[in-house]
């Protein structure tokens, strides 16, 4: 399986990875009902198909995420067969925890990441990440200084940062290096392509995308009565790019892309993720699975090469569909 460096001084990752978000189970932005058995063997069928880093975070599922990671991780070398990534700075301990609070205090960041720990049942994080830009009037480099003390204090082995513009990354890297960054990214969101993904090029910060496949959008299972269907408690039932004329342009897309991947010889899931790993400065994609046989739809990806032509029929469709920005 192909291998990238994350950033400057990261670790060779592969260029797929596990994303832990889905299997949370009920939360704001859960996505309904999981089995934690299932979702216990899918990860372990990632693992050992040769993926080698899982990504969670403490917000998935309030603390619930973490815990099914490291009930999977059970018996494997973590930080050197298996690298664990988490977030902080979703905080639901000191609010409503149907809404937790974009909370980057260095006190807060510090009690997240000893909840963590315990929770992941590791002594150190491999990469810890701030999930999202703080509102509670924290300056980002007192937020930033707290992470580079995580790691000189040996709870964190490299740090990065989840949906930051590329103001927050200049402020952050005045101070110390930024590992990596986790950005939405996918052929409906476009938009990290534009500035993020250049200025992490620029710095040698790896990034490793999340929603490659746009929350299930380009999988290719979803149409308007699948849609309608979704649980109750499914945060995409919320989500624009599922509702009204986006959703009839994103799903114009995906018939226009089924046939490029049957085209191509490839699955519509594969296509999409490796679609965002041609695109220079990407190191890796965060992929989600609830079942072992969802691995094994994506999972080609990580070898998968598209071709000039394939890229330029993709770019048609885009054009054509008028679907996502970017």
């Known amino acids: 399986m192909r291998t990238r460096r994350l950033g400057a001084r990261g670790p060779e990752i592969t260029?797929?990875?596990?994303?832990a978000w889905a299997i949370g189970g009920p939360w704001r932005f859960g996505w309904g009902p999981q089995d934690d058995d299932e979702s216990v063997a899918a990860i372990r069928h990632a693992l050992d198909s040769g993926i080698n880093w899982v990504d969670t975070a403490a917000a998935y599922g309030l603390g619930h995420s973490e815990q099914v990671v490291a009930r999977a991780l059970e018996g494997r070398a973590v930080g050197e067969e298996?690298?664990?990534?988490?977030?902080?700075?979703?905080?639901?301990?000191?609010?409503?925890?149907?809404?937790?609070?974009?909370?980057?205090?260095p006190e807060s960041i510090r009690f997240e990441c000893e909840q963590s720990l315990k929770r992941l049942g590791v002594e150190r994080i491999d990469l810890y990440q701030f999930h999202w830009p703080d509102e509670t009037g924290t300056a980002v480099e007192d937020s930033w200084a707290t992470m580079l003390e995580l790691i000189e204090e040996g709870k964190v082995r490299w740090g990065g940062v989840s949906n930051f513009g590329v103001d927050l990354l200049e402020r952050c890297e005045t101070l110390g290096h930024i590992d990596s960054l986790q950005p939405p990214f996918n052929l409906i969101d476009r938009s990290a392509r534009n500035d993020v993904i250049p200025w992490c090029r620029e710095?040698?910060?790896?990034v490793i995308v999340y929603s490659p496949m746009a929350s299930g959008l380009l999988t290719g299972k979803y149409d308007e009565r699948r849609i309608a269907e979704l649980?109750?408690?499914?945060w995409r039932r919320?989500?624009?790019?599922?509702?009204?004329?986006?959703?009839?342009?994103?799903?114009?897309?995906?018939?226009?892309l089924e046939g490029i991947a049957s085209d191509a010889g490839t699955t519509l899931p594969a296509l999409a993720v490796a679609w965002t790993l041609t695109v220079p400065g990407v190191t890796g994609a965060i992929v989600g699975a609830r079942r072992p046989e969802q691995v094994d739809g994506w999972l080609p990806a990580a070898e998968l090469e598209l071709g000039p032509d394939v890229l330029a029929a993709?770019?048609?469709?885009?054009?054509e569909s008028g679907a996502g920005t970017g």
């Open 314 to 319: 993709i770019d048609v469709a885009l054009a």
């Open 82 to 105: 298996v690298y664990v990534f988490t977030k902080c700075g979703l905080n639901w301990y000191e609010a409503d925890e149907d809404a937790p609070r974009r909370d980057l205090r």
């Open 231 to 234: 649980a109750e408690d499914d």
């Open 15 to 19: 260029v797929v990875g596990f994303g």
């Open 203 to 206: 710095h040698d910060t790896g």
């Open 238 to 256: 919320r989500a624009e790019d599922w509702q009204g004329d986006r959703l009839a342009r994103n799903l114009q897309l995906v018939r226009r």
